[in-house]
């Protein structure tokens, strides 16, 4: 048998050769590499920082906690969190049910087309933010959008939907719905086929009415993806950046100002890295603490069958 | 492989490597378009043609401030890059720049004298007076109009009510009402007398209606009637006299889209729209921003800046002289969308000759700069921002500029003294 030329010369691989934990490292050190060397000491780097005063280049002065004081007596990063927990809730309210609701008609046997309609939901999924915020931008526009001429359609006032600050938020959640859901159907849609059929058979056979069936099997034996969903979107949520950049600029009167929109201007615009840091810290802080209290809920709501 | 093979590949990569060592490169950090980029090209065939042993790279990123930022901080800045002159105040001071006083002293031919009175200024070091990048063109405020429109009208163009001395912003407001149609009758405005970017360009009012706002780079003071009164007069001319396409209606189509679908009939920018507009199918012209209590235009300033870190400052030197000599600016005065930086170029036939349909009227731009200081001061971002945020609800009629003026001024009083 011949074997690679390099073993001979590397005693102690030959051993490990069969062993698997040897080959499990070797195939994820590309990928933890790069985790640490973007995630880990980015994110490491980043809470040093936040306890200095730095415009971004140049020497760094340690002001302590200075930074973190600052935010809480800073009017705009309060309204930017508030604007960015109006956003969070307004996601999870009305885009999680909806990607549940699509998921449940797009399981149903007897819709024809239902790949094809399918591929239609998760379509945006998969295009650019910069370019869906540009054509949102035209459906969005005052008076000659498509949304407020549906609003029309149906009897309702036009909207002044990206310069009203009552309406920019609405906005940019209704988007931003459009855009996200459909990749939250998908999740949906697999934990609906992992459900057994067995389960509905019997409750037929016991008289169970649809709704029923929803209920107490669909919504139970679904809680694992409901929870792994709404943990993903209120993290991506909290993060949103995009639509306000180019969509309406963090305006009008600061109404879709964002906590990553304001860390982008401090840093970059402002040249207040030190800070910009400080907001970041917390807005992981506020992410890690949201995330432990939906686990211990978790408990409460959610069946592992 | 026999080793003769070897051999050649092993010289043909030392000679290319001889090649790139005697050729030496550096790197120009550019904003813009395409067709910026395009005319950059030009100047570096140009500069090649003197130089021919200095490689340049264009780099154009999308996001200029943040990869600028970026490749500073990780010591591998670009050589030679854009400038504005409000975001120079921020480089010179983070210690990013490089001082060229040393190599303008060394320059004979480089002339000071040359550059626009202030111009130079701008890129110097308060206190030293040294010369920290090299101003490579700039701009005012021009109005564009519509001549087809006036003369239908029967009035008599902003050129000549400059010359009558009646171009003041209150004539400019008489004008624009008579331009001001509903062509259709149905109630809704067709045709604007004039359209501006008011909620980003305010900036051209006050100091017209004599407020001083830019004191010193530590002190800017906007809580004061005359800022009040240009403040107020800019937002009636849409909410009040229905003259000038208000907020909502520039959200649907932005200033130049107004004036360029014959639907406003007057507009003020700077130099760069000349060459968007000289396609346009109607005539046009160019004439002085109207005054009040003062003649006032804004100025935009772009310099070169070399970077401290740059390996070979000598060579980026040389470009950016070359650049902002006499060749480099005759080249940005046939491109046509900024004014030479250089008198003896602005005032030749190079730059005059570059819109030929403009005729004398290119030199409106330069009627005003002996009375435009240029405009800085500390924390621009922040406090541009906290302004136009704060006058927000004086463009869509919900205050007054009276009233939202002292909130404004308290913003800037505190960002100014977290220093």
Redesign the interface.
């Given at each position: 048998m011949t074997r690679p030329f390099f073993f001979p010369m590397f005693a102690r691989l030959r051993r490990y050769k069969y062993q698997q934990w040897f080959w499990g490292y070797l195939f994820v050190i590309p990928v933890m590499a790069g985790f640490f060397l973007f995630m880990v000491y980015p994110m490491i780097s980043g809470i040093a920082l936040s306890f200095y005063q730095w415009?971004?280049?140049?020497p760094k002065e340690w002001v302590g906690v200075a930074n973190y004081l600052k935010m809480f007596r800073d009017v705009h990063f309060l309204r930017a969190v508030g604007n960015t927990v109006y956003y969070t809730l307004g996601i999870l309210v009305l885009g999680v049910p909806l990607a549940l609701f699509w998921a449940i008609l797009l399981n149903q046997k007897f819709l024809k087309g239902r790949n094809f309609f399918r591929l239609i939901y998760f379509l945006p999924t998969v295009t650019m933010m910069a370019a869906v915020s540009m054509v949102w931008k035209w459906l969005l526009?005052?008076?000659?959008g498509l949304v407020n001429y549906f609003l029309g359609l149906v009897g309702l006032p036009k909207v002044?939907w990206?310069?009203d600050p009552k309406w920019a938020m609405p906005g940019l959640i209704l988007m931003s719905i459009w855009k996200g859901t459909g990749f939250n159907m998908v999740i949906f849609l697999a934990g609906l086929q992992g459900i057994p059929k067995t389960y509905y058979e019997a409750a037929e056979i016991d008289g169970a009415t649809a709704w029923h069936k929803f209920r107490y099997i669909t919504l139970p034996l679904l809680s694992p993806t409901t929870f792994f969903v709404i943990i993903t979107t209120m993290i991506t949520s909290f993060q949103i950046f995009q639509q306000a950049y180019i969509l309406t600029e963090g305006?009008?009167?600061?109404a879709t100002t964002t906590i990553v929109f304001y860390i982008y201007?401090n840093a970059?615009?402002?040249?207040k890295m030190g800070y910009s840091c400080a907001q970041s810290v917390f807005l992981l802080l506020v992410l890690i603490l949201a995330t432990l209290i939906q686990w211990r809920i978790q408990r409460r709501w959610v069946h592992y069958a | 492989m026999s080793w003769w093979k070897i051999a050649l590949v092993g010289l043909l990569i030392l000679l290319m490597g001889w090649g790139l060592l005697a050729a030496q490169k550096i790197s120009l950090m550019m904003w813009g378009g395409a067709v910026e980029e395009k005319e950059v090209r030009g100047y570096l065939a140009a500069f090649n043609e003197v130089y021919p042993d200095i490689q340049v790279e264009i780099i154009r990123p999308a996001d200029y401030?943040?990869k600028l930022?970026a490749m500073?901080?990780a010591g591998t800045p670009p050589d030679v890059f854009y400038m504005g002159f409000p975001e120079f105040v921020?480089?010179h001071?983070?210690?990013?720049l490089f001082d060229l006083q040393s190599y303008v002293e060394a320059t004979p031919d480089f002339n000071t004298l040359d550059f626009f009175p202030g111009t130079l200024d701008a890129f110097r070091d308060r206190e030293t007076g040294h010369l920290y990048g090299v101003p490579k063109d700039w701009s005012t405020y021009v109005v564009y109009y519509n001549v087809e429109m006036f003369e239908e009208a029967g009035l008599p163009t902003p050129n000549e009510l400059f010359g009558y001395g009646k171009w003041s912003w209150f004539d400019l407001l008489e004008v624009a009402k008579k331009l001001t149609k509903d062509i259709d009758g149905d109630g809704k405005i067709d045709v604007y007398g004039f359209a501006y970017n008011f909620p980003g360009r305010w900036k051209l009012l006050p100091p017209a209606f004599g407020a001083k706002w830019v004191q010193a780079p530590e002190k800017v003071v906007v809580d004061t009637p005359e800022f009040a009164e240009a403040i107020q007069f800019l937002a009636d001319l849409a909410l009040v006299h229905k003259v000038m396409p208000g907020?909502?209606e520039l959200?649907?189509m932005s200033a130049p889209d107004w004036f360029a679908n014959q639907k406003a009939a007057m507009f003020i920018c700077g130099r760069w729209m000349t060459m968007k507009f000289k396609t346009l199918p109607f005539k046009w012209d160019i004439a002085p921003v109207p005054y009040y209590r003062r003649m006032y235009t804004w100025v935009d300033l772009v310099a070169y800046c070399v970077a401290k870190d740059s390996k070979n400052p000598d060579a980026a030197w040389k470009l950016v002289n070359f650049l902002t000599g006499p060749k480099g600016q005759e080249m940005v005065a046939q491109a046509g969308h900024a004014i030479p930086i250089r008198m003896s170029v602005a005032h030749s036939p190079a730059f005059i000759e570059a819109l030929p349909e403009l005729g004398i009227h290119n030199s409106v731009h330069l009627i005003p700069i002996t009375t435009a200081p240029i405009t800085v001061f500390d924390?621009w971002?922040?406090i541009w921002?906290a302004i136009n945020?704060g006058l927000?609800?004086v463009w869509t009629g919900e205050k007054k500029a009276a009233e939202v003026l002292p909130e404004i001024q308290a913003e800037i009083d505190r960002i100014l003294a977290e220093g």
């Open positions: 415009p971004g280049i140049g526009s005052p008076n000659y002044n990206l310069l305006g009008p009167r600061e201007k970059f615009e402002w040249f | 401030w943040p930022m500073i901080a921020t480089y001071k983070m210690g990013a907020v909502t959200a649907e924390h971002g922040e921002t945020r927000e609800p």
